[in-house]
T-cell receptor, first 116, second 114 residues
Framework: NAGVMQNPRHLVRRRGQEARLRCSPM?????VYWYRQLPEEGLKFMVY????????ESGMPKERFSAEFPKEGPSILRIQQVVRGDSAAYFC??????????????FGPGTRLLVL | GDSVTQMEGPVTLSEEAFLTINCTYT??????LFWYVQYPGEGLQLLLK?????DKGSNKGFEATYRKETTSFHLEKGSVQVSDSAVYFC?????????????FGKGTKLSVIP
């Protein structure tokens, strides 16, 4: 049973370019979360999605950031016109739909974004 | 809002020493509590969890007890190994806040020396 998959593992972009981060949840999981980890910091919640729905985006910056989780395919976190301050590790987590287990999240290995 | 405070690191211990990493929280509802571990260059792995007061989570020799009266969830291990060297994160999930997002502490880096 494969875990949460993220790609790419490392991404280098120049200022002004777009970054696309992908996350495939564990099999059977229908909830996806994105978190950002700045150097020497804990993880900060960004967005919570279910298939075709954004449930909670209270942690997303208001501009340049967007997320989706389509009916088919991985969840995508998109950062437009990246700036140096976007350099961080971005982690995806997934959880199962059953009410009893919904709060337990399983994390992917992360995508480390470096903006030059 | 919800928050988690854990002891500042780094913590350096000799092999077989006793480990305690303190964690306290504030939450609007009745949260579930978690400890995650992060090895260098990797994602977070769930270490243990507790969902209600006085529950004890345990895994791989690590333990933590949900103390509602002191709003704490301290991590302990009786005898650490070099392989336990990692960053440990305390976290809470408060579904009363409307989603299951995790709120994390800043992490405590543990180094165990032979």
């Amino acid at each position: 049973n494969a875990g949460v998959m993220q790609n790419p593992r490392h991404l280098v972009r120049r200022r002004g370019q777009e970054a696309r981060l992908r996350c495939s949840p564990m099999k059977g999981h229908s909830h996806v979360y994105w978190y950002r980890q700045l150097p020497e910091e804990g993880l900060k919640f960004m967005v919570y999605l279910q298939k075709e729905n954004i449930i909670d985006e209270s942690g997303m910056p208001k501009e340049r950031f967007s997320a989706e989780f389509p009916k088919e395919g991985p969840s995508i976190l998109r950062i437009q016109q990246v700036v140096r301050g976007d350099s961080a590790a971005y982690f995806c987590a997934s959880s199962p739909p059953e009410e009893t287990y919904k709060e337990t999240q399983y994390f992917g290995p992360g995508t480390r974004l470096l903006v030059l | 809002g919800d928050s988690v405070t854990q002891m500042e690191g780094p913590v350096t211990l000799s092999e077989e020493a006793f480990l305690t990493i303190n964690c306290t929280y504030t939450a609007t509802g009745y949260p579930s509590l978690f400890w995650y571990v992060q090895y260098p260059g990797e994602g977070l792995q769930l270490l243990l969890k507790a969902t209600k007061a006085d529950d004890k989570g345990s895994n791989k020799g690590f333990e933590a007890t949900y103390r509602k009266e002191t709003t704490s969830f301290h991590l302990e291990k009786g005898s650490v190994q070099v392989s336990d060297s990692a960053v440990y994160f305390c976290a809470l999930s408060d579904s009363g806040a409307g989603s299951y997002q995790l709120t994390f502490g800043k992490g405590t880096k543990l180094s165990v020396i032979p």
